[in-house]
């Protein structure tokens, strides 16, 4: 049986098969989770990442964990929010899919996600909750793979918004 745990916590100590990463475009560091993971994993991440030469947002590319707990970072840019017409909810999904089927792919049973695109990106927390768990409900239901996902809040008010949309969802 797979599931989904909303918990409260830094992405960064999560001893899991992968995170994921909130990047931008460039997949070269930034602020945020972002800046924190490359902080954490150590200069080699960034070397890694240089060899991609980018990546379009919604799209997703992996790299060993490095000095992390974590065996694998998968990065994402997710959307930048533009007022809801520009696309960024099929984007915001496409984030955490393509992740997920990266993740499976790499025979990764544990995979943690933080809030992508609710920090620096704006994107409204209760509609991007409500993307992210929806999309990883769907993709849990058809997939053997991956047996759990974690959401990583890193704030309690991040954390109330998807306990909220989670409820919803099975209701
Ligand atoms: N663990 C879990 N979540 C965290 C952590 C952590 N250690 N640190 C921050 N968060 P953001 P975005 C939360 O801004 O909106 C970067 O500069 C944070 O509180 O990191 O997708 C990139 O390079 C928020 O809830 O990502 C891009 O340029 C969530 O992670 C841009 O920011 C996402 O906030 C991406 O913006």
Avoid at 38 to 59: I, Q
Avoid at 80 to 92: N, P
Wanted: hydrophobic share 40%; proline share 5%; with cysteine.
């Amino acid at each position: 049986m797979n599931k989904i745990k909303i918990i409260q916590g830094d992405i960064t100590t999560l001893k899991v098969d992968a995170i994921v990463n909130a990047a931008n475009t460039t997949l070269r560091g930034g602020g945020g989770v972002d800046g924190a993971i490359h902080r954490a994993a150590g200069p080699e991440l960034d070397v890694a990442c240089a060899r991609f030469h980018g990546c379009n947002t919604g799209e997703a590319r992996i790299t060993p964990g490095f000095r992390l707990p974590a065996r694998y970072i998968i990065h994402t840019p997710g959307p930048f929010w533009q007022g809801g017409h520009h696309g960024e909810a099929q984007l915001l999904h496409n984030s955490y899919y393509n992740s997920l089927a990266l993740a499976a792919q790499q025979h990764c049973e544990t995979v943690a996600f933080p809030s992508i695109s609710t920090g620096v990106y704006a994107y409204p927390l209760d509609q991007a909750a409500e993307v992210a768990l929806t999309t990883i409900a769907d993709f849990l239901k058809n997939n053997q793979v991956v047996q759990t996902v974690f959401m990583v809040c890193f704030d309690p008010r991040t954390l109330t918004a998807y306990q909220q949309a989670y409820q919803e969802l099975n209701r």
